[in-house]
């Protein structure tokens, strides 16, 4: 039977480099299709009213905001990441 | 109340990640994006305990995080009812034979106890490093280790059964999730 066959092999233990490669690949695909959809206007907007004074020079040319947004910015997740003691506040502020 | 624009700048570019983050937590996209609000105006609220120069996008995450588990604490049972979000989510995507690999998989991933989807989430999508995901989810890195290849393991294990074709278009369940999601 394939099917026992293949949960055979996954409920096995540790999985073969292949299949924690494959798995990877999937997860990172649904991921990164939300990703690719960016920041939504609701997003742009409430930063924006919460930072009065750079609204009236963006609230015009949303395109421009956001090309200066991805200029300045870059790839937000590569660089730049610090030991996770950096942020010891976090905690207090979200409770 | 002000904002320097580079941290205005930065938690704006953090937002397309924490949406993904915040779509995997809690399978919903409406859901998410009201949690993804929530937490930058906790963060605009707090601006000052965030130190310049550290990693805004880890604390932000930390924040989403801890404000969707105060919230599932309250709100456990219709947490789990997400496929028919999945399937909702899966209408953008242009690629039919894709389509039914990513609702496959979140599907499965929807299935996973939070802590171990979060953990693979934070580590395997989200770029972060084991120790990152550790401060993010208040544990020991050898925890976050193990909630990990908990989490590969499971889903595996789910979606050897529910797609034994090779992750293939499986109509019975492509079926069953169109039909779910009008209930």
Not at chain 2, 80 to 90: K, V
């Amino acid at each position: 039977m394939q099917t026992d066959a293949l949960i055979r092999k996954a409920g096995g233990g540790r999985l073969s480099r292949e299949d924690q490669r494959r798995l990877g690949d999937i997860l990172q695909r649904v991921y990164d299709d939300v990703v690719r959809q960016g920041v939504p206007d609701r997003f742009k907007d409430l930063l924006g009213e919460l930072d009065g004074h750079r609204e009236g020079a963006d609230a015009g040319n949303p395109s421009a905001r956001a090309q200066r947004d991805g200029a300045e910015q870059g790839s937000h997740d590569s660089g730049g990441l610090v030991e996770a003691k950096a942020f010891p506040h976090s905690k207090g502020s979200a409770s | 109340m002000t904002m320097r624009p580079s941290v205005r700048d930065a938690m704006l570019a953090a937002v397309p990640s924490l949406r993904a983050f915040a779509i995997s937590l809690c399978g919903n996209v409406d859901r998410a994006d009201d949690l993804v609000q929530e937490t930058l105006l906790r963060a605009v609220a707090n601006i000052d305990s965030f130190q310049p120069g550290t990693n805004m996008s880890a604390w932000l995450f930390t924040i989403l995080r801890n404000l969707f588990r105060s919230e599932y604490r309250k709100r456990r049972r219709e947490v789990e009812d997400t496929d028919g979000s999945y399937a909702e989510s899966l209408k953008s995507h242009p690629e039919q034979q894709s389509r039914v690999e990513f609702e496959e998989f979140r599907v499965a991933l929807a299935k996973l106890p939070s802590d171990q989807r979060e953990a693979l989430i934070l580590v395997g999508a989200s770029g972060f490093s084991y120790e990152e995901a550790a401060a993010i989810c208040e544990c020991a890195v050898g925890t976050i280790k193990s909630r990990v290849n908990r989490a590969r393991t499971r889903l595996s294990e789910l979606l050897a059964i529910e797609g034994a074709d090779d992750f293939g278009p499986d109509h019975a369940t492509r079926a069953i999730l169109s039909a779910g999601g009008r209930s």
